[in-house]
Structures are given as C-alpha cells and as structure tokens.
C-alpha cells in the first residue's frame, strides 16, 4: 500500500499512525504541494492524505483510512469511544493554530516544498486573507 501525503500535514499523522500501531508496511509518497494531477487522478480531488490500496483503488479522509487499516486484519484496536472534550479542545485551539502554523510551515524544509514553485503554491493558499491588499 501507498500513503500519499504532505508532511505537514496534521491530518496525514493520524494516518500514519495506524500502519504504526498495527505494525503494518507502508510506502510513504510525499508529493510537492503544488502536485494537483497525483491526488485528482486517484479520488478526483486535490487532498491529502490518499491511501493508495494493493488492488490499486484508493481512498482519501484520514479517519476513513484509520477505519480500514485498523480492521483489515479483523483485530482494530481503536475500540474505545471517542472523547468529546478532546473534539472541544480541538475545535476551540483551530483557529489559532490556522493563524499561527502556515507562516512557520511555508519557511520550513518539508519534503513537499522542494522546489520554489510548490513552496509559492502552498503560502499562496495559506496567505491570510488580510494579508491580501485590496484591489
């Protein structure tokens, strides 16, 4: 199997984490942020990350792919309820870590900013809207 993703990206932990939980391989394909075609052509969209199956199908959403791996050998570990206080945290610290966290990643050496175009492609997207000036 292949996991497609950013490195920066919270979303792609949650996903990494299950291969690592449940002692499973994975192949790791970082893509360049500004890489639109990889994820359109295997779910239709450009999102991360993006499970890529052995029988060459794929899927995208990390908790979708956290599902599907943690009861693919029929033994899921994650059997417990989810806390909603920590869902409450989430959605309150949001808004800042969204302020806060795109400047910082945009400058920082990730693997999916390695060439200047796919560093302009992700700032361009996370720029603030007040940073952008009226016309």
């Given amino acids: 199997m292949k996991l497609y993703i950013y490195d920066h990206c919270p979303f792609y932990v949650k996903a990494r984490m299950i291969f690592g939980l449940k002692n499973l391989p994975v192949e790791l ?3 360049l942020n500004d890489d639109e075609a990889t994820p359109k052509k295997l779910i ?3 999102m991360a990350p993006v499970l890529q199956k052995d029988d060459g199908s794929a899927m995208a959403e990390s ?12 033994e899921p570990l994650l059997t417990g309820k989810t806390n909603p206080a920590i869902t409450d945290w989430l959605r309150r610290v949001n808004g800042y870590v969204n302020k806060l966290l795109p400047p910082r990643i945009a400058d920082a050496a990730f693997a999916e900013f390695a060439t200047p175009q796919a560093r302009d492609y992700f700032a361009a997207k996370k720029r603030p809207l007040s940073a952008i000036s009226p016309s």
Avoid: N
């Avoid at 908790?63 to 029929?74: A, E, N, P, Q, T």
């Fill in 29 to 31: 394909v970082v893509m």
């Fill in 44 to 46: 239709g969209q450009k």
């Fill in 63 to 74: 908790l979708s792919i956290v599902r599907f791996i943690d009861k693919s050998d029929g």
